[in-house]
């Protein structure tokens, strides 16, 4: 993210003090997709803020992200019913294919993990999300099926272009 545009997000804030860091931090994640070292800090310096306080907040915030979220980003749902019909061999299986763990994205900025409380599909556990997109009762053999595809269908978009 620009100066500029962090600048253009700090200006909704006039006068802000403590109490504006949790939404100016919502509007910079809003846009850019997380909190770059650069946003925390330009927060800091408006905010009179040391960037280990921000960081402290946001640390503490499940919502907030410190690196760019993958092209194709999956949710593991690990509510109850997920629990039980095994979403902790999803994302074991997951973190194994993709060779990263829950919070992080891959080298090639293909895919990102995330493990959420509850989806809310629980009748279709074990269950994860890509970009909106929800799968249910994955496997390992479900799990491989669909990271290949979006592999093959990311390789023929970017050879179409």
């Known amino acids: ?13 006039p006068d ?9 931090l919502q509007e910079v994640q809003n846009i850019d997709g997380y909190l770059s070292r650069n946003a925390v800090l330009e927060i800091g310096k408006y905010l009179q803020l040391p960037a280990s306080k921000i960081y402290g907040v946001a640390t503490f915030y499940n919502q ?21 019909k095994g979403s902790a061999t999803v994302l074991s299986i997951l973190e194994q294919e993709l060779k990263i763990k829950a919070g992080q994205t891959t080298r090639d900025g293909l895919f990102s993990l995330e493990v959420v409380a509850c989806i809310g599909a629980c009748g279709l556990a074990p ?23 979006y592999r093959k269908n990311d390789s023929i978009a970017v050879q179409n272009n």
């Open 1 to 13: 993210m620009s100066e500029t545009t962090i600048e253009k997000i700090i200006k909704k804030f």
């Open 16 to 24: 802000a003090g403590r109490d504006s860091l949790i939404p100016i």
């Open 64 to 84: 907030f992200r410190f690196q760019p979220l993958g092209k194709y980003h999956i949710t593991v749902c690990r509510g109850t019913a997920c629990h039980v």
């Open 127 to 149: 269950v994860i999300s890509i970009n909106g997109t929800f799968y249910a009762q994955v496997d390992n053999n479900k799990i491989r099926q669909i990271l290949r595809d």
